[in-house]
């Protein structure tokens, strides 16, 4: 079975909202991990769109914070994307990845920088 | 929130060691230990190969290697292999705006 794996529309019509989900298994969704999502334009770098913990609190891009909400529910083992106001810019392939902190002892801390286990990764086109 | 600094393309021949760089600021790459190097073939999601600017997961060769000086974090792929032929991106933590950030990327050509 595939731990990570992306679902939903490839066609997004611009202005829209664009909708994923990331469903896990293998790995509880519960466990001392982020779960994030990342992009990568066609033929471009990666961009971090965003990343949550089993708690609900979220953290984004600064520069896509206004338009981006990442849900979380764990008794399904998933978690979820929504971009509003999408435009051809936000064409890309889209990655969910388990985000995982730095454990030093019993200390831990969020850098949403090592992604260790990732999707294959689903194409979203914006177009009409 | 702007990308990490890498050039666009470094190349090699079998054998040969070949160094790649990240540059960034105090706010990310020089202010933090959090440094990570991903592999990513054509067609396929990124790998992690090197966390904490010099550790490598399980399963990883030695043949990759990190480092760090000041506000510029490095990637050694010793003995070039033509499966090395990929693009590698760095990531950082960065306290500008308490998020992560990637580098621009850069294309690895086994000569």
């Known amino acids: 079975q595939v731990p990570l794996q992306e679902s939903g529309p490839g066609r997004v019509e611009p202005s829209e909202t664009l909708s994923l989900t990331c469903t896990v298994s293998?790995?509880?969704?519960?466990?001392?991990?982020?779960w994030g999502w990342i992009r990568q334009p066609p033929g471009k770098g990666l961009e971090w769109i965003g990343s949550?913990?089993?708690?609900?609190?979220?953290y984004y891009n600064p520069s896509l914070k206004s338009r981006v909400a990442i849900s979380i529910d764990t008794s399904k083992n998933h978690f979820s994307l929504k971009l509003t106001s999408v435009t051809a810019a936000d064409t890309a392939l889209y990655y969910c990845?388990?985000?995982?902190?730095?454990?030093?002892?019993?200390?831990?801390?969020?850098?949403?920088?090592?992604?260790?286990?990732w999707g294959r990764g689903t194409v979203v086109t914006v177009s009409s | 929130q702007s990308a990490l600094t890498q050039a666009a393309s470094v190349s090699g021949s079998p054998g040969q060691s070949i160094t790649i760089s990240c540059t960034g600021t105090s706010s990310d790459v020089g202010g933090y230990n959090f440094v990570s190097w991903y592999q990513q073939h054509p067609g396929q999601a990124p790998k992690l190969i090197i966390y904490d600017v010099s550790n490598r997961p399980s399963g990883v060769s030695n043949r990759f290697s990190g480092s760090k000086s000041g506000n510029t974090a490095s990637l050694t792929i010793s003995g070039l292999q033509g499966d090395d032929e990929a693009d590698y991106y760095c990531s950082s933590y960065t306290n500008s705006h308490r998020s992560g950030v990637f580098g621009t990327g850069t294309k690895v050509t086994v000569l």
């Open positions: 293998g790995y509880s969704i519960s466990d001392n991990f982020y």
């Open positions: 990845a388990r985000d995982r902190p730095h454990c030093f002892g019993d200390t831990c801390y969020r850098g949403h920088d090592v992604f260790d286990i």
């Open positions: 949550i913990y089993h708690d609900g609190t979220t």
